[in-house]
């Protein structure tokens, strides 16, 4: 099953903070986040384990909330770089078999 | 360092022809996967593999075929491609299974006409 994200859609202007959901109905055993910029290929950012704790990357954090099967990825005091879609792929079981949800584009404005 | 390569890079190719999209990597990973991705739909998984000789299908195997017979080649194959699979083609690999990261190639954009 298909995580979903929310938003859709995000526009900053440099120095905001965003936050991206992905939610799931199924129990997770992992949530992984990738950027993506037009044209190119996602790009692995950090993952979450079943009982790990937050996770950081520069000034892009994350959370898993287990209770929820939900994680959020914080983006803070954005940066121009910041620009691209954002994916959540989660993995049930330990089955390495990743369902990725539909994005979200982040637009960073000077 | 060359990581993980997908050729070609652009197709074109009629329907009902047979295509084959390679996949190349230089890590020794463990785990191999193909995904499409179409607007609104994400990354889906195609079929994946855990080792040379062993595959099996993901999200939407239909019409698609892959074989692994060395750890570093991942082929995807069309037996007869019809539009609906025009896309773009991730191949990606990882260390292992459960719980870590996958790294992607640079894609191929495939059109059928």
């Known amino acids: 099953q298909q995580p979903v994200q929310s938003p859709q859609a995000v526009i900053l202007r440099e120095g905001e903070d965003a936050v991206i959901n992905c939610s799931s109905s199924?129990?997770?055993?992992?949530v992984h986040w990738y950027r993506q910029k037009h044209g190119e290929a996602p790009v692995f950012l950090m993952i979450l384990l079943k009982g790990g704790e937050q996770k950081g990357h520069e000034k892009i954090s994350a959370s898993f909330n287990e209770k929820k099967q939900q994680s959020s990825l914080y983006l803070t005091a954005s940066q121009l770089s910041y620009s691209g879609t954002y994916f959540c792929?989660?993995?049930?079981?330990?089955?390495?078999?990743?369902?990725f949800g539909a994005g979200t584009t982040v637009t960073v404005r000077a | 360092d060359a990581g993980i390569t997908q050729s070609p890079r652009y197709k074109i190719t009629e329907t009902g022809r047979q295509v084959t999209l390679m996949c190349h990597q230089t890590w020794s990973h463990s785990y191999m996967f193909w995904y499409r991705q179409d607007l609104g739909h994400g990354l889906r998984l195609i079929y994946y593999s855990a080792a040379a000789d062993i595959t099996d299908k993901g999200e939407v195997p239909d019409g698609y075929v892959v074989s692994r017979s060395k750890t570093e080649n991942f082929p995807l194959t069309l037996e007869s491609a019809t539009r609906s699979q025009t896309s773009v083609y991730f191949c990606a690999s990882s260390v292992t299974g459960g719980g870590y990261e996958q790294y992607f190639g640079p894609g191929t954009r495939l059109t059928v006409t």
């Open positions: 199924k129990a997770l055993y992992s």
């Open positions: 792929g989660t993995e049930r079981s330990n089955d390495y078999k990743l369902s």
